[in-house]
């Protein structure tokens, strides 16, 4: 799993331990299409760089009050709870409502299609919206045979463009997970 790369869990405690942050926010987009997020400003020769602008997390939002949910889901589908709690930090900053611009929705924000599949019919309904989202994120583990790293990346921007990254096929899927 992530303990192969310490510096995972070192990022997941940080996302876990910040609450209220404003920092510019970089894009860095390879000439081969990896996409690299960073508040370094780094050396533009080496891809495409984009500021993106202010992040604002909001401040006295309650980090733990769905940890029980995400205990029990991520124990079900065998996903490690500190990494469910920093794809929400990361992708909802804990609320319930968010949607991005994109239409993902919710605290795991599922895309509509995507919460379909779950079985997810409200994505804002907090528990709802977390079971399906780990549900979808130990699919992704389980696809990319507990790679963390491809798994996050598929989570955020599908797995058809991992596997077109990657050059693999998308395999059926896993039948536990239908």
């Known amino acids: 799993m992530y303990q192969d790369n310490p510096f995972l869990g070192l990022f997941i405690l940080g996302l876990l331990l910040t609450s209220t942050m404003m920092a510019d926010v970089y894009r860095l987009i390879e ?4 996409i690299h997020i960073t508040n370094v400003l780094m050396d533009k020769r ?5 500021k993106e602008g202010p ?14 949910v995400i205990a029990e889901a991520a124990r079900k589908y065998g996903v490690d709870f500190s990494i469910v709690k920093a794809v929400i930090k990361a992708e909802s900053n804990f609320s319930h409502k968010a949607v991005s611009k994109k239409g993902a929705k919710g605290l795991m924000q599922l895309m509509t299609q995507t919460a379909s599949f779950l079985g997810v019919n409200n994505c804002f309904h907090p528990e709802d919206n ?7 994120l130990g699919y992704m583990i389980d696809l990319f045979n507990g790679d963390i790293s491809l798994a996050l990346a598929a ?10 990254y990657r050059d693999t096929p998308d395999p059926y899927l896993h039948p536990s997970w239908t």
Do not use: K, Q
């Open 31 to 34: 000439e081969n299409g990896v």
């Open 46 to 50: 080496i891809g495409v760089l984009i």
């Open 55 to 68: 992040v604002h997390f909001l401040p006295g939002t309650d980090f733990t009050a769905y940890d029980s």
């Open 130 to 136: 977390i079971v399906g989202g780990i549900r979808h």
């Open 155 to 164: 989570y955020n921007t599908g797995r058809s463009a991992v596997n077109r």
